[in-house]
């Protein structure tokens, strides 16, 4: 029976390397001589943390950050930007990453499938949603509904079995 797996996957040396290019843009930018502003990239929790003497440096620099996502090939929803705080004499922004299908995204994940009078059956497992059915052109428009539909994360579509 042919299947596939939606999944949600950050690629993390690329999110690594988008924080270090921006990092470098950073030290050669004018108006950012001589300031303490800098990213901070933490693995542990998929997370980057702006810091500026300003605000107005913290607006820039999530402008930087979002280019070099983008050219990294990591989409804009994927980040979560958080407020701007200011704690003695720096900004500081959260940038908060996701990664994998929780329960209420694969719950509507399924929902969204089985609305649809299409034949086929979605499971949530861990953090994968596995759709299945008797025809490939089924899978393919399950695919296609996905994608269509307005969903927050950038997920991708793996495992496709005949």
Known sequence: MPSFDIVSKLKKDEVQNAVDNASRELSTRYDFRGTDASFTFNKADNSVKLEAPEEFQIQQMDDILRQKLIKRGIE?????????????????????????????LGKKICKIIKDTSL?????INDDTVRVSGKKKDDLQAAIALVRS???DQPLQFENFRD
């Open 149 to 151: 539909s307005k969903i």
């Open 76 to 104: 804009a929803t994927a980040a979560s930007f958080g407020d701007v705080t200011r704690s003695g004499k720096k900004s500081i922004q959260s940038v908060t990453f996701k990664d994998g299908i929780d329960k209420e």
């Open 119 to 123: 034949k086929v059956d979605a499971k």
